[in-house]
């Protein structure tokens, strides 16, 4: 439970760092090249603080690392995190794709039985007529007369 946990945890993580188009294209960038966070911030229409802020939300997310070289911050991106996001998408894919299935399956069939057998035979004694389909007492009565 506590692995299952953890792994939706990273994935909200590495979800919620992709939901952003600024940090996608971060992301993008850090993928082609390394940059400096300076850098990043000339390249966006924001403050230089609050490039910081996604870069933090990228790392946090392990979808990129920064390093200290001198008094810059490098920045670079995970390849590996992008795959591991890409997998989990799949999984997600698939499992709606299942359902999909299903639904599809639930809509094709043209006379669903959801319960073949409305009366369980709780009574074992109890005997239906072929005829008619109906329980006859008297049937199980005389069997458990011969009993």
């Known amino acids: 439970m ?16 992709l939901a ?3 940090r996608r294209e971060i992301v993008a ?6 940059y ?25 997310a392990g979808l990129v690392t920064k390093e200290r070289q ?3 911050q490098r920045v670079r991106g995970s390849a590996d995190s992008l795959r591991e996001a890409h ?7 698939d499992v709606w ?5 299903r639904i599809g399956a639930i809509l094709a069939d043209p006379d669903p039985d959801p319960d073949p057998d409305p009366h369980p035979a709780a009574d074992a004694g109890a005997h239906l007529d072929p005829r008619d389909g109906k329980e006859h007492c008297h049937d199980r009565d005389r069997r458990s007369e011969e009993s």
Do not use: N, Y
């Open 2 to 17: 506590v692995v299952r946990q953890e792994f939706a945890e990273r994935a909200d993580r590495i979800f919620h760092a």
């Open 20 to 22: 952003d188009a600024t």
């Open 29 to 34: 960038l850090t993928l082609a090249g390394e």
């Open 36 to 60: 400096s966070v300076s850098d990043l911030a000339r390249r966006f229409p924001m403050s230089f603080a609050a490039v910081q802020k996604h870069v933090a939300v990228l790392e946090q």
């Open 70 to 72: 001198g008094r810059e």
């Open 87 to 93: 997998r989990l998408l799949d999984q997600l894919a």
């Open 97 to 101: 794709r299942g359902r999909i299935d």
